[in-house]
């Protein structure tokens, strides 16, 4: 199955839960349970000392609001963009929240998230 049949709903319900999780770790600063849905090829890609020097050193990864915004999705080839609006508890804004998901065989996996 490609991800990108599946309804916005759809999608939500797997991908708000995701990034609920992501924003906890983050806040917590715990690395392993971070990255425990990543995709085996993101966690190729990522820097385990540069993730957890931004877990120890990013005010805004550290303070992340546990409440988000929907704004939309992104479809393109097999995977999904969902798009968020994030704020912090220690600064002031908003941010764009970006989580990428597919599948990996037959499981949905995050192949990328960030925060601009």
Do not use: C
Not at 14 to 30: C, F, K, R, V
Not at 87 to 95: A, L, Q, V, Y
Request: overall charge negative; aromatic content about 10%; charged content about 25%.
């Amino acid at each position: 199955m490609n991800i990108i049949e599946k309804t916005d709903e759809e999608i939500l319900e797997l991908a708000n839960p995701m990034w609920a999780d992501l924003i906890t770790h983050s806040n917590q600063g715990n690395y392993g349970d971070f990255i425990k849905r990543f995709a085996p090829s993101l966690l190729l890609a990522l820097n385990e000392v540069e993730v957890g020097r931004q877990f120890t050193n990013s005010e805004l990864t550290r303070h992340l609001s546990e409440e988000f915004d929907f704004l939309g999705t992104i479809r393109r080839g097999e995977h999904v963009t969902v798009l968020y609006r994030q704020r912090s508890t220690k600064r002031d804004g908003e941010w764009l929240g970006r989580l990428v998901l597919g599948y990996e065989g037959d499981d949905v996996m995050i192949f990328g998230a960030s925060i601009f």
